[in-house]
């Protein structure tokens, strides 16, 4: 059976008049007007007007539900609808898969399902055009970050998402059991990351990382996609330039290439075009005591105080120089003063899009750092190893692709930004 089409919908237009085609797709709506029944059809590029004549034709379309995959063989023609630009008269139609009625959610979204109906039934979902929209920019956006780190010279690698030791402490590891052993699902690819500037300079990965936290807000996911990258010969602030113009070029790539895609979700998609402001831990810590929320240096930043920095900072910004007791055993503190970390996170108002850094790259430094932080310095040799193999320095970060999206589609919950979202409730589908 031949399934071919000559034309996307979107490549038709009305200079085609009198032009056979073979197009394809889902009926989206479908009208019976005495001797005519219009079909109006959708492919992934564009929605076209069909119309049928003749009592063949007719009878077939007769009870066939929205929705359902159809071929049609017509030719291009004027139209008299006021909402297309032509019309497809058909000459043959073949019905190649019928959908049910009633479907579980409204795909055309003129009924308001709830984001938990439309997760539940979400390949359905993206027959929505709002929510077709938000993952053609997830498509875009990772197609501009590919672009510019490997313009930077940046080597797309994958390191192991199944690993047998806990890479960073090991709180909020899921564990599986792997043959008769124990293993764990990789909650970033930090060591690995870092041991590969040994042999490639600069790597980057973009992949699903695994966090067993039962977090139940709209930024956390127990799945979520991050870009990271680790480069030698690069310091902390260094990197962070390579992320503001990874973030800045998404931004200027959407808005070029997603012009549809932004008047279906109603967004105006703008690069930031001022440079990202970067604040000290220690002017966060002096603004939110201005503001009344007293914080003692060393202390984290509450969900509260994120809250607070983002009302004074509602855009794009840097946080740098964080408490080293904050910090994971890798960061690498500050040389002139050494309670201080080279560290960073790139913020989105009072959301959290990245965290970065400069590494440690001295073995013995390391080690002390794990066994201040309670960690068995034993249970990283494997890692360890490498650094005694000309470990150049390194810097790097990583950026939560999913939160990004939301920024990106002024959309909130991440969950929409995600095709199948895991947390702690969420398995299925
Ligand atoms: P948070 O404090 O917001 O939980 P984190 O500091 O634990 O984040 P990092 O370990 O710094 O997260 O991870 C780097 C980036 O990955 C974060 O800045 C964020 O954008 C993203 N990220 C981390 N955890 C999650 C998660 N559970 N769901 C979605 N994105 C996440
Ligand atoms: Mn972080």
């Known amino acids: 059976m031949d399934l071919k089409r000559t034309h996307y919908i979107g490549n038709l237009n009305a200079s085609l008049k009198g032009q056979k085609v073979i197009i394809g797709g889902w009926v989206e709506d479908l009208r019976e007007l005495g001797k005519l029944t219009f079909l109006t059809l959708r492919d992934v590029t564009g929605v076209a007007q069909i119309v049928v004549i003749g009592d063949e034709g007719i009878k077939q379309v007769k009870d066939l539900n929205r929705q359902s995959v159809v071929r049609i063989t017509g030719t291009v023609q004027e139209t008299k609808a006021r909402d297309f630009p032509f019309e497809v008269k058909s000459e043959k139609i073949e019905i190649l898969s019928r959908a049910v009625h009633p479907l579980p959610i409204d795909p055309i979204g003129r009924l308001e399902s709830n984001i938990d109906n439309r997760l539940n039934a979400r390949a359905l979902d993206l027959r929505n055009q709002k929510t077709a929209s938000i993952f053609k920019i997830r498509h875009h956006a990772l197609q501009s970050i590919r672009k510019t780190l490997a313009d930077l010279g940046f080597i797309e690698v994958n390191t192991p998402k199944i690993i047998g030791s806990a890479s960073e402490g090991g709180a909020n590891l899921f564990s599986l059991k792997y043959f008769d052993k124990q293993a764990y699902l990789a909650q970033s690819p930090q060591l690995y990351k870092e041991q590969l ?233």
Not at 218 to 239: C, G, K, N, Q
Not at 252 to 259: A, F, L, R, T, Y
Not at 289 to 294: M, S, T, V
Not at 296 to 314: F, N
């Open 197 to 429: 500037t040994l042999g490639l300079e600069r790597v980057f990965e973009i992949s699903s990382f695994y966090r067993a936290e039962k977090s139940h807000t709209v930024r956390h996911l127990t799945e979520f996609t991050s870009v990271d990258i680790e480069a030698d010969f690069m310091d902390y602030l260094d990197v962070a330039e390579v992320l503001e113009t990874v973030v800045k070029n998404v931004f200027e790539h959407v808005e070029k290439n997603c012009i549809e895609e932004q008047k279906i979700l109603g967004i105006d998609i703008k690069k930031p075009t001022a440079a990202f402001e970067k604040i000290t831990y220690k002017q966060a810590i002096e603004e939110l005591g201005r503001e009344g929320l007293g914080l003692v240096e060393g202390d984290d930043l509450q969900d509260s105080h994120l809250r607070k920095l983002g009302e004074i900072h509602p855009g794009f910004y840097f946080l740098i120089d964080w408490p080293m007791k904050l910090k994971p055993f890798y960061i690498h503190e500050k040389e002139d003063n050494p309670s201080l970390s080279k560290s960073f996170d790139l913020q989105y108002g009072y959301l959290e899009l990245s965290s970065g850094g400069r590494r440690l790259h001295d073995p013995s430094k390391i080690r002390a750092r794990l066994v201040e932080q309670g960690l068995n310095p034993s249970q990283f040799e494997d890692h360890l190893r490498a650094f005694d193999w000309g470990m150049p320095p390194h810097s790097g970060w990583g950026l939560g692709l999913d939160r990004l999206m939301s920024v990106l589609t002024k959309i909130d919950n991440v969950r929409e930004v995600v095709l199948y979202p895991r947390d702690p409730e969420r398995l299925f589908p």
